[in-house]
Each structure stands twice: as structure tokens, then as C-alpha cells.
């Protein structure tokens, strides 16, 4: 049996005493994290161990094998939820309808995920009588927090442990660790180049030369999206229609909304759309680049937020933006359940009734374009628009009179200001 370690004592209500574990459901991925923390958990606090694995759309991933691993290695019980259905209605799209990206390029596709991870372990460990819930986050992410604040929001009564924080193993420890336990290790004992997060919105890529600030992106990172340079010669219009900010169809096809983001993440991925090598903000005090890979969010954000624009009045317009920013950030921070954030919903699925109508964009070697707009609820009158019409609802005539009203304060301003600097 794996020695005890001196565990610091809990500092949260919500955090575990060992003596307090008796049986966990833990978070389950089939990784080398996760599969060590299997085995530790069942030595270290003699607790039995029930694994949950959540099924969000990650590409090539054989679930079977996954639940299969987690019996081998002792699980009492193992549980695969397939949650692609509620993470693309219930958090993917109201991300869409708020336009979100954190930093200007973050779509939030891991921060969407696991407020609705964590809740799914909520049901299952009451489901199956466990008393904690234990997680492979690291003490330096945000997932930590999106995690336990769920946790600790939905279910006060279950505690949380994050053996990875708690543990003195780096990851030649666990892969020795993995050896002397017999524990199969997915792609071998060894070190993966990057970390890897992924699920149908998007995928991350951290580790390696990520870090080095100075080290343009090397082409082995980029496994979802192609390299912009050897993307088709040929040009791509791919055209999606929104109904009440809802994408219903792609290039005239009526899609769910799974099947339409998984279609929209392939065409986008064929021509090198959605790279983005961002630098971020984490909510723990940190600063970090990050390497995203997000082919469907550059697709469906910028149809989206093109239509919207196209409905909404100049003051909407103006006002909306700001709001769609306090919801990603949000979101980004691990407050899913902040009513701040149902309360700007409310909103957001007010102006949301009027996004109906198509946009058309031209994707090529990792640009995208919008190049044409529809929507019966467009406020644009090409006969307004033109230069060469005039009268009805608009008169040339009373532009003067507008001007002079409009920079009135400006230019009172302006003179009283400079006269008194003279």
C-alpha cells in the first residue's frame, strides 16, 4: 500500500479530511493523471473509487476502452455519460447567442465544459452513494475553480480532493508510479510533447515551447486544424442560417446542433480556419499562452455576431457588446451559476429573437469572411443606402440641420476650452 502523505489540513468547507473519503466519483479521462489518481486513491485514503467519464464531443475517442481501463484498474463502477446533446444546447449554444470569447479569441470551449462536468459528477456521486468528488486539476489552472465552485454551489454536502495538487509526483514520478502499479499508460510511458483539452467547440494546447513567448508556433501542435499554407487552393463559401440566433442549417442542410458544429469544425479545420495563439488572463493571478484550435466557434461566432449587427439598432449595437464580455468573463472565471450571468441571458435571448436570416462567409488558407447578409429582420433599406435615392423616410435636405444640433456641446466645448487656454 502507497504511504500516506502528510496531508495539510483542509482549509475550505468543502475540501476532505481523509478520514472523511469513503467512496469517490472521480473525474475520469483514462490519461496518465487520472488513471494514477485511480490506483492512489484507492491506497492512500482506502476509499473505493466509482469513475465518471464525460463524452463532450473529443475527437477519436474510444469510450470503451476508456471504462474498460477504469474497471481494470479497480473501479467499483464506471459510468461513460455521452452530455454531447445538453453541453451543445445548454452551454455551447447560449455562448453563442452572447458572441462569447474571452481575450478577444478565447470561444471558452474548456470553460464551458466543466461547469457541466462537474454537475454531471454531482448526480452520479449521489447516485451511487459516494461522499467526495475528486478531480485532476493542477493548483495552477482554472479548472480547479470551475470544478469546486459547481461542486460546492450544487451539492454543499459532498466534499472535493485534487490529488494532483496534493501529491509530491511530477510526471516522471507518476510514469514510475504507473510502472510499479501495472497501470497502462495511453501513447506509452512517454512525456507527452503538449496538454491537451479538446471537446466539439474547440481544442488547447499547453506545455513545451508554448511557453517560451519568444518561439513562433512549431507545426506539430496543430493536429485538428491545417496549416493555413496547405489548406486548398480554391476558396470555400460556406453559408449558415440562424433562426431566433439558433444555427438551424449549413449551406442550406437543416442540421441538429451537434451534427451542425461537428460539420461547421470540419470545413472549417479543411481550410485552415480557427488558430489562435493568444496570451490570457487566467483568474489565478497568472499570465499564460495559450495555442487554440477552434475551426467551428470562428465559423458560427462570425456568422452570428454578423447577423446580429444586421438586426439590431445602432444603440443595441453599441450596448450589447459590453454585456456579451461581462458573460464570458464570467464564464472564463468558474461562475456558470452566477445569476449575474442568467441575468444577462434574459437579455441576450431578448435581442436573440431577432437574429433570423442567413450569412455567407468565404473561408481561405485560415481567413474567413463574411461576404453576403440576410434577414427578414434586417433595419437596412438598400434604397435608404444608396447615394442615389432620396426623400421618403430619409431627406438629404435635413442633414445640416442635424449636424448643427448633433455637434452643438462638442463644438461649445471645444471653444470654451481652448479660449480659456490662451
Known sequence: MTERPDFPAPTTSYE????????????????????VM???????????????????????????VVEGKARQLGAVEARVVDAREEFARD??????????????GYPL?????????????VEVARATGCDTIAHGCTGKGNDQVRIEATVATLA?????????????????????YAREHGIPVKGGTEVAPYS?????????????????LSHAPEDDVFQLVTLPEEAPDDARIVTVRFERGVPVALDGEELGLVELLERAGEIGAAHGIGIVDQIEDRIVGLKVRDIYEVPAAAIVLTAHSE??????????????????????????????????????????DRVNEQVTGEIALKLYKGSVRVVTRSSPNAVYDAQLASFAQSGGLFSQQASPGFIELWSLQSRMAWRLRNESAE
Not at 452551454?91 to 478577444?104: C, D, Q, T, W
Not at 483539452?197 to 499547453?206: I, Y
Request: with cysteine; aromatic share 12%; glycine share 10%.
Open 91 to 104: 452551454f455551447v449554444l447560449p455562448a453563442i447567442k452572447a458572441n462569447a470569447l474571452y481575450g478577444g
Open 156 to 176: 454543499p454536502e459532498l466534499k472535493v480532493i485534487a490529488p494532483v495538487r496534493t501529491w509530491a509526483m511530477g510526471r516522471d514520478e507518476e510514469v514510475a
Open 16 to 35: 476532505a479530511a481523509p478520514d472523511e473519503v469513503g467512496r469517490v466519483c472521480l473525474l475520469y479521462s483514462g490519461g496518465l493523471d487520472t488513471s
Open 196 to 212: 491537451i483539452d479538446d471537446n466539439l467547440w474547440g481544442r488547447s494546447s499547453e506545455g513545451r515551447w508554448i511557453e517560451d
Open 109 to 121: 470551449f474548456t470553460a464551458l465544459g466543466r461547469p457541466l462536468i462537474a454537475k454531471l459528477a
Open 307 to 348: 447577423l446580429e449587427k444586421l438586426v439590431g439598432t445602432i444603440h443595441q449595437n453599441q450596448f450589447k457588446p459590453g454585456l456579451d464580455r461581462q458573460w464570458a468573463y464570467l464564464v472564463y472565471a468558474g461562475l456558470w451559476w452566477e445569476p449575474l450571468r442568467s441575468d444577462i441571458d434574459a437579455y441576450v
Open 38 to 64: 485511480l490506483k492512489w486513491i484507492q491506497d492512500v485514503y482506502e476509499a473505493e473509487v466509482v469513475a465518471l467519464t464525460v463524452n463532450l464531443g473529443q475527437p477519436g475517442e474510444d469510450y470503451e
